[in-house]
């Protein structure tokens, strides 16, 4: 099936992706238990995407842009 439009991972070929989660906690652990030390809020120009197949942190300028 051809998928137009569709970017790959520049290492394995693979065409899904996952990215982070926009916002994560901080833990400590302090006196035999987690506390949280802050929960930090990720922007978009931060966001990271990995590949679901061989997990590579993706390059937004290395997908290449089919024409
Ligand atoms: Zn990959």
């Known amino acids: ?3 137009i439009g569709k970017n790959k991972c520049p290492k394995c ?3 899904f992706f996952d990215n ?3 916002q994560y906690q901080i833990l400590e652990f302090i ?3 987690f506390e949280e030390v802050k929960t930090e809020g990720i ?3 931060d ?3 990995f590949c ?3 997990g590579s942190e993706i390059d937004e ?3 290449k842009i089919p024409t």
């Open 13 to 15: 070929g693979f065409g």
């Open 1 to 3: 099936m051809k998928r």
């Open 20 to 22: 982070e989660p926009n």
């Open 43 to 45: 922007n978009k120009r």
């Open 31 to 33: 006196d035999g238990k």
């Open 61 to 63: 300028k290395e997908l």
């Open 47 to 49: 966001l990271r995407i």
């Open 52 to 54: 679901r197949d061989c």
